[in-house]
């Protein structure tokens, strides 16, 4: 997934992830619970030889939406697999002892090629709070245009992972317009269902037992995509995923009033998919702020580590300091007299990607990337946490735990250049790219 940090046109909103499949030079990373048959299989190469298999890996992209945009929307710049084999293929191959190349590339896999959700729960210390938290919680995601076959591919990707059902007969899965219907809904978008695909896989992944609420805006422009922020809020969601962003502007406090100043719920926003640079609604004051990291299996106590996602000088997590919104009271950075971004992060690197399961912007099984897919899995941490309580601030609770081992330090890395270093590289404490960490557990994300 890309973010989009091109000026904004007429008001027009770009998504902040859209589907960006696993990249170039792919480190060698656990790679899912993808392949739990294989599980047994006794490594028959050595791990250097996997490794190496695994840095020669490479994919294809294309654009999944067809058609330029109308003036004042943004273009969805939809990216997904199309060609190549993926870090995860690799991996399978050195396993089973065979040469990758007899893996054959195809966009359309039978079976995952990112993370899956025991991976997600095992790198940020939430495999437990999964199985037995979440119920009674309802996770919003907020995006535009339809899915049709958002509850149908949800199915397919709880299914095989053996995740609780969660469909619109049980009451967990509910799919409205932004203004509630079931019925009357937008039109639909081949760009967006994938989008659409990634938050639902991830709240899935992320909490199990949450419910799950779709809100879909009739267009990408940032009143319609406010409104159903509101819908989702009035509808009785306490927690909110946003996976889209723009260029900031001097409308923003304005739409801070209007869509996001919600006492009690959690909102949490991408921090954008272009490095460096600051965009909204991820700047404003009343959200949780998400950026992005490279997530890799590692040698250590928690077995794994991250580092900024920085792909190259136009593809990594976004930061920087907001040119308008004012600084909440509970973020302490004496470098930026307004709002900074982030304030906390999950994976988002393509070449670290998740598995996502869409056959209406693709046909199966993808990998993904990008804040897109790192603010639906805060928003679900969240949500393992508890309900906020009333009047509290959400967007806080993390810094009452910074320097804590409730979160994971992100010290490596860099998604840009900047004048002031903690704005684009990451460092201990708190830092831009990455805010104060990554979630080890739930503790952080509760007040």
Sequence with gaps: ???????????????????????????????????????????????????????????????????????????????????????????????????????S???????????????????????????????????????????????????????????????????????????????????SDSGWAGEISLDLDMVSATCPNCHILLVEAKTASMTNLGTAVNEAVKLGAKFVSNSYGGSESSSDSTYDSSYFNHAGVVITASAGDSGYGAQYPAGSRYVTAVGGTALKQASNTRGWSESVWNTSSTEGTGSGCSAYDAKPSWQTDTGCAKRMIADVSAVADPA????????????????YGGTSASSPIIASVYALAGTPSS???????????????????????????????????????????????????TAAFTG
């Design 105 to 187: 590339p195809d966009a359309t896999s039978s079976t995952p090629t990112g993370y899956g959700p025991s991976d997600l729960q095992s790198a940020y210390g939430l495999t437990s709070a999964a199985s037995s938290k979440g119920s009674g919680e309802t996770v919003a995601i907020v995006d535009a245009y339809n899915d049709p076959n958002a509850e149908a591919d949800l199915a397919a990707y709880r299914s095989y992972y053996g995740l609780p059902a969660c469909t619109t007969s049980n009451g967990c899965f509910k799919k409205v317009s932004q203004s509630g219907s079931t019925t009357s809904l937008p039109s």
């Design 1 to 103: 997934m890309r973010t989009t940090n091109s000026p904004r046109i007429s008001g027009g909103w770009r998504r902040v992830g859209s589907a960006a499949a696993a990249a170039t030079a792919l480190a060698l990373a656990g790679f899912g619970a993808a392949a739990q048959a294989d599980a047994a299989t006794p490594h028959k190469v050595s791990a250097r030889t996997i490794a190496t298999q695994v840095a020669k890996a490479h994919v294809q992209y294309t654009n999944a939406c067809a058609t330029s945009p109308k003036k004042g929307y943004a273009a969805c710049d939809a990216l997904r697999v199309t060609g190549g084999t993926t870090a995860f293929m690799e991996k399978q191959a050195a396993i089973k002892g065979v040469a990758p190349g007899t893996i």
């Design 352 to 367: 670290t990607g998740v598995s996502v399961y869409d056959t209406y912007g693709a046909s199966g099984w993808n990998t």
């Design 391 to 441: 009047g509290s601030y959400p967007a806080q609770f993390p810094y009452a735990a910074a320097g804590t081992s409730a979160l994971n330090d992100v010290t490596t890395g860099s998604n840009g250049s900047c004048t002031t270093s903690y704005f684009c590289t990451a460092g201990t404490g708190y830092d831009g790219p990455t805010g104060l960490g990554t979630p080890e557990g």
